[in-house]
């Protein structure tokens, strides 16, 4: 991927601290130049979805109005890429802004225009459609295909998701379990043991309208963005949250559906490698754990770190929106306060330009080298960590440690158990030139990927031709265990 007018410095954003210094330096975005984008490459297309928070609630009219973007920019002298010398509102030429709504189910589409600001709202693809206009040299699209009060636990729930129990206390503090649904279940929930009744409406309705409006529009692409032939899905912004912090089971099931959603855009955009940015609500606060919308931004943060990094690659960014905002809350939509719209925008977008540049990727580091001297670079969209070509189930950063091919089907698995009493023996390999890569060894005793642990080993090690190291690592387990499982793990130092 391209980058233009970015300088890679080891200072891009790490949230809060330097926040401040983000809104200085987007608000030092360069005017736009008014051409179009080089339209022999294929659209970067970059997809927001959530509820109401990402809808257009900013006011833009009202020169004397604190709060609004007239007062941010021509009062305030804010965001000056934002007005052209004669003192109108620029127009980009390189970046599509395209907006659907489902309403009573069929597709609405109330924007189709090249990005400006037109009408007296705006949200925060004005910002998003800036940063990543000004950084890339391809054509951009802003697609967004959103509603307002939906929550990820029901309406958005993704494919693949499955159905839990949750307990709920009642007033009298006496516990009730209700069944939550899995993806195309319904109603939203039941009392267990009683019989579900369907009602007009299933868990993921919500994904499934916003997902297929944005593939009719993808369908129909030089309608969308005139000239255009291709295009490719590079990355997914997520500002939601509200509808959620509404219900305990929801708000405790937040990390695990938002990595599925990840997972399932990647998927039905046939963007196995897309980046991912969150951003957390207004109100929330980073050091705030106990409160619904603070578990969320939790879930959002931790979906971002390197608890998830073989799972999902190391490209999900998150943004914490907190210090951005300018008051109010995600369920007053900030009062329709412009500057929140704009700043939260403009963050996000400069996540997004983070997140495509790999800020681990330096060409001369081990697992460069090796990436460029195993892939083509027409292969980019199969190179990265996380992707699987030879669907093996090991992806690449794993092959790298372990020093099998990527391309070729692995005929064992990535690490080998044997079971003698109470003694597991594990065996794995370790590259040697993966000089950048800790290869460590996780158990669990469930599949779900929140609850794997380290393994302390000290394996003996044998080496082998071609610089690779067998591992031989021994343990002791107690005799009433029935199940638990292994995995290698790989991240990078
Ligand atoms: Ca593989
Ligand atoms: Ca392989």
Same mark, same amino acid.
């Given at each position: 991927?391209?980058?233009?007018?970015?300088?890679?410095?080891?200072?891009?954003?790490?949230?809060?601290?330097?926040?401040?210094?983000?809104?200085?330096?987007?608000?030092?975005?360069?005017?736009?130049?008014?051409?179009?984008?080089?339209?022999?490459?294929?659209?970067?297309?970059?997809?927001?979805?959530?509820?109401?928070?990402?809808?257009?609630?900013?006011?833009?009219?009202?020169?004397?109005?604190?709060?609004?973007?007239?007062?941010?920019?021509?009062?305030?002298?804010?965001?000056?890429?934002?007005?052209?010398?004669?003192?109108?509102?620029?127009?980009?030429?390189?970046?599509?802004?395209?907006?659907?709504?489902?309403? *009573?189910?069929?597709?609405?589409?109330?924007?189709?225009?090249?990005?400006?600001?037109?009408?007296?709202? /705006?949200? /925060?693809?004005?910002?998003?459609?800036?940063?990543?206009?000004?950084?890339?040299?391809?054509?951009?699209?802003?697609?967004?295909?959103?509603?307002?009060? *939906?929550?990820?636990?029901?309406?958005?729930?993704?494919?693949?998701? *499955?159905?839990?129990?949750?307990?709920?206390?009642?007033?009298?503090?006496?516990?009730?379990?209700?069944?939550?649904?899995?993806?195309?279940?319904?109603?939203?929930?039941?009392?267990?043991?009683?019989?579900?009744?369907?009602?007009?409406?299933?868990?993921?309705?919500?994904?499934?309208?916003?997902?297929?409006?944005?593939?009719?529009?993808?369908?129909?692409?030089?309608?969308?963005?005139?000239?255009?032939?291709?295009?490719?899905?590079?990355?997914?912004?997520?500002?939601?949250?509200?509808?959620?912090?509404?219900?305990?089971?929801?708000?405790?099931?937040? !990390?695990?559906?938002?990595?599925?959603?990840?997972?399932?855009?990647?998927?039905?955009?046939?963007?196995?490698?897309?980046?991912?940015?969150?951003?957390?609500?207004?109100?929330? $606060?980073?050091?705030?754990?106990?409160?619904?919308?603070?578990?969320?931004?939790?879930?959002?943060?931790?979906?971002?770190?390197?608890?998830?990094?073989? !799972? $999902?690659?190391?490209?999900?960014?998150?943004?914490?929106?907190?210090?951005?905002?300018?008051?109010?809350?995600?369920?007053?939509?900030?009062?329709?306060?412009?500057?929140?719209?704009?700043?939260?925008?403009?963050?996000?977008?400069?996540?997004?330009?983070?997140? $495509?540049?790999?800020?681990?990727?330096?060409?001369?580091?081990?697992?460069?080298?090796?990436?460029?001297?195993?892939?083509?670079?027409?292969?980019?969209?199969?190179?990265?960590?996380?992707?699987?070509?030879?669907?093996?189930?090991?992806?690449?950063? /794993?092959?790298?440690?372990?020093?099998?091919?990527?391309?070729?089907?692995?005929?064992?698995?990535?690490?080998?158990?044997?079971?003698?009493?109470?003694?597991?023996?594990?065996?794995?390999?370790?590259?040697?030139?993966?000089?950048? /890569?800790?290869?460590?060894?996780?158990?669990?005793?469930?599949? !779900?990927?929140?609850?794997?642990?380290?393994?302390?080993?000290?394996?003996?090690?044998?080496?082998?031709?071609?610089?690779?190291?067998?591992?031989?690592?021994?343990?002791?387990?107690?005799?009433?265990?029935?199940?638990?499982?292994? *995995?290698?793990?790989?991240?990078?130092?």
């Amino acid at each position: 991927m391209k980058i233009k007018n970015i300088k890679k410095t080891s200072c891009l954003l790490t949230s809060l601290v330097l926040s401040t210094n983000i809104i200085t330096k987007a608000q030092q975005l360069p005017d736009p130049d008014g051409l179009p984008a080089d339209m022999t490459k294929p659209v970067k297309v970059f997809i927001i979805m959530g509820q109401s928070n990402t809808l257009e609630f900013g006011n833009v009219a009202g020169i004397t109005t604190d709060g609004t973007l007239e007062h941010a920019t021509k009062t305030e002298n804010l965001y000056p890429f934002m007005i052209d010398n004669a003192g109108n509102w620029t127009t980009r030429q390189d970046v599509r802004n395209v907006s659907a709504m489902e309403r *009573r189910g069929s597709m609405n589409v109330y924007r189709n225009d090249w990005l400006t600001v037109s009408g007296n709202k /705006i949200g /925060i693809e004005i910002g998003i459609g800036h940063q990543l206009g000004n950084a890339l040299n391809e054509p951009v699209m802003i697609l967004k295909s959103s509603i307002g009060n *939906r929550a990820l636990g029901w309406d958005l729930l993704p494919p693949g998701s *499955r159905q839990y129990e949750f307990d709920i206390p009642d007033s009298s503090g006496n516990n009730t379990t209700y069944v939550f649904p899995g993806y195309k279940g319904s109603p939203e929930k039941w009392v267990k043991g009683t019989e579900p009744v369907p009602i007009g409406w299933y868990a993921g309705l919500q994904y499934d309208a916003d997902t297929r409006n944005a593939k009719t529009i993808l369908s129909e692409l030089d309608k969308y963005y005139p000239g255009a032939t291709n295009y490719e899905v590079a990355g997914f912004l997520w500002w939601q949250g509200d509808r959620d912090s509404r219900s305990p089971a929801h708000t405790a099931m937040y !990390e695990k559906n938002l990595v599925q959603l990840i997972k399932s855009l990647r998927t039905d955009f046939n963007a196995p490698n897309a980046a991912f940015v969150t951003a957390s609500l207004g109100q929330s $606060l980073e050091n705030d754990s106990t409160s619904n919308h603070g578990k969320i931004l939790q879930a959002m943060k931790s979906a971002a770190s390197d608890k998830y990094q073989q !799972e $999902l690659g190391d490209n999900i960014g998150f943004v914490y929106t907190n210090p951005l905002s300018k008051g109010g809350t995600s369920g007053g939509h900030y009062n329709g306060n412009a500057q929140t719209y704009m700043n939260v925008g403009l963050a996000m977008g400069k996540e997004m330009i983070k997140q $495509l540049e790999g800020d681990t990727a330096d060409p001369n580091s081990a697992i460069e080298i090796w990436r460029k001297e195993t892939f083509t670079p027409n292969e980019a969209a199969i190179s990265g960590n996380a992707a699987d070509p030879d669907k093996d189930g090991i992806k690449n950063i /794993i092959e790298y440690a372990i020093g099998t091919d990527p391309k070729v089907k692995n005929t064992t698995d990535a690490i080998q158990l044997e079971k003698t009493g109470n003694t597991i023996t594990l065996t794995y390999n370790k590259n040697n030139n993966a000089t950048d /890569i800790d290869l460590s060894v996780e158990y669990s005793f469930g599949l !779900e990927s929140s609850s794997w642990n380290l393994l302390s080993t000290n394996p003996v090690i044998t080496p082998t031709p071609g610089n690779v190291d067998q591992m031989k690592a021994t343990i002791t387990v107690p005799s009433s265990e029935k199940t638990r499982f292994y *995995r290698l793990k790989a991240s990078m130092k």
